[in-house]
T-cell receptor, first 115, second 114 residues
Framework: TQLLEQSPQFLSIQEGENLTVYCNSS?????LQWYRQEPGEGPVLLVT?????EVKKLKRLTFQFGDARKDSSLHITAAQPGDTGLYLC???????????????FGKGTLLTVNP | GAVVSQHPSWVICKSGTSVKIECRSL??????MFWYRQFPKQSLMLMAT?????????EQGVEKDKFLINHASLTLSTLTVTSAHPEDSSFYIC??????????FGSGTRLTVV
């Protein structure tokens, strides 16, 4: 069973601060996705990283995939109240062995950015 | 593109009754659909994987006779919670994998059993 350890689980910061969320695993993933979820809605994809060492930027969000494709981080610069939400990392296994490309989700990081 | 439409968005039912949740892929064919359950402020827990035209594969600890999954067509998968009880109250979400593009999620169904 593949596990993704996501930390921190809860984070409350002031507007303008920076933060980093981590996802770590002992397993290798073919790809890793980051999602943001609002209450009462489904997760919305932020980014997919596929290549070891890959770095992707989405405005104030920077995503990194570890060289060994076992870990990833999300860094938010100058957080704003609109960034408040549940952030989820999810790793995808390959399609072999009957895994059907199942996603393994981390426990999530509930971020609150106070004005 | 690649939208999964999930209905209903919320439902309240009496204990002992059954509830059906539908997920439709609107502009693509979903060979595989994943069903998740999510408790407040927690992550998504995979319940089962459904493949069109075959029996669903359930995760360990998920009762297949209680959570009936039907994936009879490439555009529709349903989850029926049978004989629902208050402990089944949760947020249920479906997801489809789109080859070479990733995953798309439904908007979720809030089930409350009273």
């Amino acid at each position: 069973t593949q596990l993704l350890e996501q930390s921190p689980q809860f984070l409350s910061i002031q507007e303008g601060e920076n933060l980093t969320v981590y996802c770590n695993s002992s397993s290798v993933f073919s790809s890793l996705q980051w999602y943001r979820q609002e209450p009462g809605e489904g997760p919305v994809l932020l980014v997919t990283v596929v290549t070891g060492g890959e770095v992707k930027k989405l405005k104030r969000l920077t995503f990194q995939f570890g060289d060994a494709r076992k870990d990833s981080s999300l860094h938010i610069t100058a957080a704003q109240p609109g960034d408040t939400g549940l952030y989820l990392c999810a790793g995808a296994a390959g399609g072999s062995g009957g895994s059907n490309y199942k996603l393994t989700f981390g426990k999530g990081t509930l971020l609150t950015v106070n004005p | 593109g690649a939208v999964v439409s999930q209905h209903p968005s919320w439902v309240i039912c009496k204990s002992g009754t059954s509830v059906k949740i539908e997920c439709r892929s609107l502009d693509f064919q979903a060979t595989t659909m994943f069903w998740y359950r999510q408790f407040p402020k927690q992550s998504l827990m995979l319940m089962a994987t459904s493949n069109e035209g075959s029996k669903a594969t359930y995760e360990q600890g998920v009762e297949k006779d209680k959570f009936l999954i039907n994936h009879a067509s490439l555009t529709l998968s349903t989850l029926t919670v049978t004989s629902a009880h208050p402990e089944d109250s949760s947020f249920y979400i479906c997801s489809a994998r789109i080859q070479a593009r990733g995953y798309t999620f439904g908007s979720g169904t809030r089930l409350t059993v009273v």
